[in-house]
Nanobody, 128 residues
Framework: QLQLVESGGGLVQPGGSLRLSCAASGSALNYYAIGWFRQAPGKEREGVSC????????YYTDSVKGRFTISRDGAKNTVYLQMNGLKSEDTAVYSC?????????????????????WGVGTQVTVFS
């Protein structure tokens, strides 16, 4: 059974950087669409960035384009989210998810409802 564990969250000042990791066990991540999602207090979960199922395509929500980069290391079975130029509005719990049911086709990998396997998340707080 696929298990996902996030790490790398923390406290950072505006303009700072963090790199989140999503380490998988139980199955190879390159079989599935993988997404990073975030949820701020009082707000709905939002798709941040994702890989299509074959890993050939990446997608970003508009608010993070040019600042965040998703990447993967097949040998480590890990997906990363490099976050630069952090802003206070990036504060949220960040979670990774895998689409084991293969419903997240193309840009739908930003839709959290397509994902069934989730990590517990890691807190990112941007403060001044």
């Amino acid at each position: 059974q696929l298990q996902l564990v996030e790490s790398g969250g923390g406290l950072v000042q505006p303009g700072g950087s963090l790199r989140l990791s999503c380490a998988a066990s139980g199955s190879a991540l390159n079989y599935y669409a993988i997404g990073w999602f975030r949820q701020a207090p009082g707000k709905e979960r939002e798709g941040v960035s994702c890989f299509s199922a074959n890993g050939a395509l990446t997608y970003y929500t508009d608010s993070v384009k040019g600042r965040f980069t998703i990447s993967r290391d097949g040998a480590k079975n890990t997906v990363y989210l490099q976050m630069n130029g952090l802003k206070s509005e990036d504060t949220a719990v960040y979670s990774c998810a895998a689409d084991v049911s293969r419903r997240a086709v193309g840009r739908l990998c930003l839709d959290s409802s397509k994902f069934g396997s989730w990590g517990v998340g890691t807190q990112v707080t941007v403060f001044s």
